[in-house]
């Protein structure tokens, strides 16, 4: 989860641009100590002449410059006794006017607000003012400003603000006695504040170490902690073992509290065929049963017509001068007739090809056809492979993120996607809680066509949706093996489908594929040759623009940290032409190839274009960019990503890294001219079989290992990373995701 920094700003509102009554978002200008600030953000009716204590980021728009985005906003408390008279008589607390307000700050002068705060009864001593009245304004007092006791309180605990804006959103005002008797509440999804910060407060607080408390947000937090490793649930032993090692309870006390969990809904139970039973977070569990539930009624609902498409297929090869192989056919027929199917294949077996005479097919139609994939790079290329314009899913859906990261779509079951058929390329990406979204946002009469490679890397996020619905027999599956003569000729294509089957590749004399032995040190100073001078003088390419570093790893020697500062030194040195920028884990510098590393919807780009100049409002997790232009005096650093320019303020910097050398898992959904990967001695967990597959198959013209055999030969025997914890298959198998107790 996302700990962005924030910032205070104190100023006197100059003028309000707008405001909304339904929603709170108000446009102003504010005077911080003589500098005028633009302020955008949900922070209520203000009016010309308040003075406000804001919190939130510097961001810039490319439009309207820089602005100040304010997350949270409380009218600031006055000092000075003729401000504080006025402060109070102007309405502020309930109940008291002119008169009431010259009469306690005549008794309490500066104290007023300490008095308000931490003994009210003394409000008692005026005229007036009866106990149950003083309760009345303390409760008021202390609603209008439990932000900055809450902001104060966390931070004497070390917590830091975006925390507590969280946790503020959503208790809203009652939030610090809620912390306060229960610190562990803050682990909740919505606030994600480590349960080791929440323990530290706990224990200051006396807590016991079997509390009911500290046990549930426990057990919540090992579920959480595995979802983030790609499990949706837990077999209830496991979680029973983890839970107990981690909190140091009795495994009776676990038996307690998780049946304590079960009856607040709050962590599902479910029971496969088997017998064995597996404990579920309610988000995931929600998510796997309305994913087989839609699946299942999209299933009926696409029953198998039985006509045969084959005239329609042959006039299509006509047209397209494509000769279609018996298998590819048979997808395409399947699609046409069934309007629900699974595609899937490895490199050079035609995946493209089918999917391309399916669209087609179906907009002959008359049907709407929307294509989709998950991530930015894999949407862009599925646009240049179909010739449609394909949408992330999330900009498909029109995501709106909440603070903490917390997405929201704009289109759902009440906000329907006006599409009859429904393409989805790169699902192996897909994850649980994605594909929900997705799919609740498609009429039950949608065809749906998943396409992706079940051998790739499962997804980043929590599910392994592809390989369940395949293994679910719920919906029918097309599988392409046969690799094109054309394609049997790479080198790369070939060795991918060993490396899947668990065998050897093949070495020596080829145009695309190459192995060179390195250890160590060794590894990097190949690879920094490969880039500056090898590569780019027998094919004339540029490094930054054709050649893609790969590693398994962030850490150590070959590790993209360090790849990335060795190949940024020779690659892109210092010069004094050339404008730089430090960040706390960074030296950027104009010219260095760059990398998003979390979605930003609020990015504002622009792009030339042949019919003029286009605008967005987007950068995806995965982009990437070149940086253009470092300007010292306003922080501004501008960076284009294919074609779109976007502008950064310094703190926006910290969601930005090198991306000389990239993960495999980030490298996901896209491919490159040249890859070469790092294939040295790391961490096992990261040495498996589908890791490798993946990173050979991002490769267009050429892939280059520089490392161990040893190393190659462990990742493809170990074939064990595909395993994750997930009830889907059982759900849509067994047509019992409604029984589930949600």
Same mark, same amino acid.
């Given at each position: ?76 408390l006055p000092a000075k006794i003729t401000d504080i008279r006025k402060y109070l008589a102007g309405g502020v607390i309930k109940g008291i006017g002119p008169v009431l307000a010259k009469k306690i ?349 079940s051998d790739q890397l499962p997804s980043v996020g929590a599910g392994n949706v592809l390989k369940d619905i395949i293994e679910s027999g719920k919906v029918p599956v097309v599988q392409l093996h ?22 050897? &590749? ?138 779109r320019e976007c502008l950064y303020t310094i703190t926006m910097m910290e969601n930005i890294e090198l991306a000389y050398a990239v993960t495999v898992h980030k490298s996901q959904g896209s491919e ?31 892939? &280059? ?38």
């Open positions: 989860m996302n700990t962005k920094k924030y910032t205070t700003l104190k100023g006197t509102v100059d003028s309000v641009v707008h405001i909304s009554e339904e929603t709170g978002f108000a446009v102003i200008m504010l005077n911080a100590d003589g500098k005028p600030v633009t302020v955008v953000g949900e922070i209520g009716d203000v009016d010309e002449g308040e003075v406000l204590d804001l919190v939130g980021e510097y961001t810039t728009h490319r439009k309207y410059g820089e602005q100040f985005k304010a997350h949270l906003c409380e009218r600031a700050v005549d008794m309490f002068g500066e104290r007023v607000f300490e008095v308000f705060e931490n003994d009210p009864m003394q409000l008692t001593k005026i005229d007036g003012i009866s106990p149950r009245k003083a309760k009345k304004y303390a409760e008021e007092f202390a609603d209008k400003f439990a932000v900055k006791r809450l902001m104060s309180y966390l931070s004497s605990n070390g917590i830091a603000a975006a925390y507590a804006i969280r946790a503020y959103k959503a208790w809203g005002t009652c939030v610090l006695e809620m912390i306060e008797s229960n610190p562990y509440c803050m682990c909740s999804f919505e606030v994600g504040l480590p349960f080791g910060k929440a323990d530290e407060i706990g224990q200051r607080q006396n807590l016991a170490n079997d509390c009911e408390e500290r046990v549930r947000a426990g057990i919540m937090t090992v579920l959480l902690k595995n979802s983030t490793e790609g499990h949706t649930c837990l077999p209830t032993d496991k979680l029973c073992q983890l839970s107990c090692n981690f909190l140091a309870v009795t495994e009776d006390k676990f038996d307690e509290i998780l049946q304590m969990l079960h009856d607040d809904k709050v962590v599902i139970r479910y029971t496969k065929k088997s017998g064995r039973t597996y404990e579920m977070l309610l988000d995931f569990a929600k998510a796997d049963v309305n994913i087989s539930r839609r699946l299942n009624i999209m299933s009926q609902l696409a029953y198998d017509s039985k006509e045969d498409f084959s005239d329609v297929i042959d006039i299509a090869q006509e047209q397209n001068g494509i000769t279609y192989e018996e298998i590819q056919r048979e997808a395409i027929n399947n699609a046409l007739s069934t309007g629900f199917l699974v595609l899937t294949g490895g490199p050079g077996t035609g995946k493209t090809t089918t999917l391309n005479a399916i669209i087609s097919l179906f907009e002959q139609q008359g049907l709407n056809v929307m294509v989709t994939a998950p991530t930015g790079r894999a949407a862009k290329r599925l646009t240049e492979l179909t010739g449609h314009d394909a949408k992330t899913i999330h900009r498909l859906l029109e995501v709106k993120y909440a603070d903490g990261d917390v997405p929201h779509f704009t289109h759902n079951e009440e906000n329907l996607l006006g599409c009859d058929v429904c393409v989805v390329d790169e699902m192996s990406m897909v994850d649980s809680l994605l594909f929900d979204a997705l799919l609740r946002a498609l009429p039950l009469t949608c065809k749906l066509i998943l396409v992706g490679d046969e690799v094109f003569r054309q394609a049997q000729c790479s080198r790369i294509v070939t060795n991918a489908h060993r490396i899947i089957k668990g065998e050897q &590749i093949i070495r020596g004399d080829c145009d695309d594929f190459f192995f060179f032995s390195r250890s160590g040190r060794g590894v990097a100073e190949l690879i920094v040759s490969l880039c500056k001078d090898r590569l780019p003088a027998e094919y004339g390419i540029i490094p930054t623009e054709h050649i893609q570093v790969l590693s398994p790893t962030r850490i150590g020697m070959s590790g993209t940290t360090e790849l990335n500062h060795v190949l940024q030194e020779q690659l892109n040195p210092p010069a004094s032409d050339k404008a730089e920028i430090k960040t706390f884990m960074n030296t950027f510098r104009v010219g260095d190839k760059v990398m998003q590393n979390r979605n930003n919807y609020d990015i504002v780009w622009r792009r030339e274009t042949e019919k003029g100049v286009e605008h967005g409002a987007e950068i995806y997790n995965g982009d990437i960019g070149t940086i253009l232009d470092i300007n010292r005096s306003t922080g501004l650093v501008t960076i284009d990503f294919d074609g490159f001219d040249y890859v070469i990967y790092a294939a040295d001695e790391c961490n096992e967990k990261l040495l498996y079989r589908n890791l490798l597959y993946t990173a050979v198959t991002r490769a267009r013209k050429m892939f &280059i290992i520089v490392g161990s055999a040893a190393v190659i030969n462990y990742m493809i025997q170990h074939n064990h990373k595909t395993n994750r914890y997930t009830c889907l298959k059982e759900m849509l198998a067994e047509d019992n995701g409604d029984e589930v107790d949600i």
